[in-house]
């Protein structure tokens, strides 16, 4: 028999990164939460889905919540308590546990589980939060405009139970609750009438949507061999040759996703370099170009002689972004797709990829389950770069941001900020055939308005699903701003509660929202940047 939860205050369903951020600002405000996740892991894209994390320059500065500073200082203060760091490592504020140069902190999934799970301890402790895992949401009842309960699959024994709540937060890596709910929501491409965007097609397709990706993290042996058998569809991507590539979508020739022209890439397991030479800093250079240590998470050398036999990396690579069908639509047959690309990639590095002393194939290469925890060695969830997106008060546009378009210190100030976020726009590869959209941003705003659905009044979006386009979601969907929305959204949802009033009127009417603004100030929600210049 199920047991019974009492009904919360907040419910929160999808536990990654805005989840979890939602989850401890309304628990923090004395809101009772009950937070669900699909997976067995909360964390999302930095943990199931094994992604470390993407963030603007100036992330050890300023430009993010505390509450997303204390995670990544975590993570930081992890390694040095329990990891064998050389003296120069241990030493460092700035600790890169990978060395990795897509970040700044790149680092192995479990780490951030681990800080994660800390961080909501002491909620789940006071009986303030209820974490359940492997459980989806597949129902949902609205009445007069209000979402009144949402309906879960436990996944684990196949039972199901609904739970109502006085504020729903969709934290999911797709906005299905919006689905489920009947929240009017966009999908895919907004044409590009609808908002002027240069960028946006000229017609609307909901089957448009970025490509995704099922990541692995990988090991080196070299006198090993750690072959895996032949993927069922290797013969398939062994010779696929996107129109848009220069060669073979499994091979080192790719194009640079900012200039479209064909670059080789490089790769070479467990370099030499001292990893304390290596810096990550993507608006001096993306970074990309050397994919082994493109998204490192352990750097063998940061750590004592003989500590570890190989760095380990995480591939999240062209090679392996998936864009034949969208996964919004044809989610099964999608990631079905992806985890053969993946496979068929690390088969292709095994046997066949070029080697600079030139021979073929790296068979030392070792997937490894115990990073991902799974047993194939495959991410739990794949990297969704794109979801639904509510329909929402405000819509961020490609007009608010773009560099191009607003100048290198321009960009839309919001009287609703609720915190702030940069990136560029950057789109992979889409499933309605468009190449990368890669182009100049700059540091933008979150406003408010972004957050709240026409007519729902008491769901909020928290993640990936907030008031953007097709186009803006390429700078708004990274780790910083996604935790950012999911704090705001769980500490409004406990604000209005405690209050006695709406989102809607927090946002519209001056001296509630000043009041609001007030309590992110306090807690650390930075909402205004200095003077910084996009890129």
């Not at 009842?141 to 009144?148: A, C, G, I, L």
Request: net charge negative; with cysteine.
């Amino acid at each position: 028999m199920i047991p019974e939860i009492p009904e919360p205050d907040i419910l929160v369903v999808g536990g990654g990164l805005g989840g979890v951020a939602a989850a401890l600002a309304a628990c923090r405000a004395g809101r009772t939460v009950v937070l669900t996740e699909e997976t067995d892991w909360i964390g999302g894209q930095l943990t199931s889905q094994a992604v470390p994390p993407d963030e603007h320059p100036w992330v050890e500065q300023f430009g993010t919540t505390a509450s997303y500073r204390a995670l990544r200082d975590g993570i930081r203060e992890y390694y040095r308590r329990w990891y064998p760091l050389r003296s120069e490592a241990l030493a460092l504020s700035r600790l890169n546990p990978g060395a990795g140069r897509v970040s700044k902190l790149c680092h192995e999934p479990r780490v951030a589980l681990a800080v994660l799970e800390s961080m909501l301890a002491p909620h789940r402790a006071a009986g303030r939060l209820t974490l359940l895992t492997e459980h989806r949401p597949v129902a949902a009842e609205s009445d007069n405009d209000v979402v009144r309960s949402v309906t879960l699959d436990d996944l684990r024994d196949g039972g199901r139970r609904t739970i109502t709540a006085r504020y729903v937060v969709d934290a999911t890596e797709t906005g299905e609750v919006l689905e489920l709910a009947g929240v009017e929501h966009a999908v895919g491409a907004e044409s590009r009438a609808e908002f002027d965007e240069p960028h946006a097609p000229d017609r609307a397709d909901p089957l448009n949507q970025q490509g995704i990706t099922v990541c692995f993290a990988l090991s080196h042996h070299e006198g090993e061999d750690h072959t895996i058998d032949r993927p069922a569809d290797h013969d398939f991507w062994s010779s696929y040759r996107p129109d848009f590539w220069p060669g073979p979508l499994l091979g080192f020739e790719a194009p640079d996703p900012r200039s479209l022209e064909s670059v080789p890439r490089t790769f070479v397991p467990n370099p030499a370099l001292d990893p304390l030479e290596v810096t990550a800093d993507q608006s001096a250079d993306a970074g990309d170009k050397e994919l082994w240590g493109f998204r490192r998470i352990l750097a063998r050398k940061l750590h004592r002689p003989g500590a570890f036999d190989s760095d380990i990396t995480l591939v999240n690579w062209p090679l392996n972004d998936y864009w034949l069908k969208p996964f919004i639509g044809e989610g099964t047959e999608a990631l079905r797709g992806a985890r053969q690309l993946s496979l068929s990639l690390l088969y292709w590095l095994q046997t066949a990829a070029p080697r600079q002393d030139g021979g073929t194939g790296f068979p030392g290469l070792r997937i490894r389950p115990d990073v991902t925890g799974t047993a194939d060695g495959l991410a739990k969830a794949p990297y969704l770069r794109e979801s639904r997106r509510i329909k929402a008060v405000t819509t961020v546009t490609e007009h608010d941001v773009a560099i191009d378009l607003v100048g290198p210190y321009g960009g839309t100030r919001h009287r609703d900020s609720v915190g702030v976020g940069g990136y560029r726009i950057d789109l992979h590869p889409s499933t309605g055939g468009d190449n990368y959209i890669d182009i100049g941003s700059v540091p933008f705003e979150i406003p408010l308005g972004a957050l709240l659905p026409r007519r729902v009044r008491n769901l909020l979006p928290a993640g990936k699903n907030i008031g953007t386009t097709h186009i803006t979601n390429g700078c708004y969907r990274l780790h910083p701003v996604e935790w950012n929305a999911g704090e705001v959204a769980g500490a409004l949802a406990a604000h209005c509660l405690a209050e006695g009033v709406e989102p809607h009127q927090v946002q519209s009417e001056d001296k509630r929202f000043e009041e609001f603004a007030r309590l992110l100030d306090r807690d650390g929600v930075q909402r205004h940047w200095p003077d910084v210049r996009g890129y």
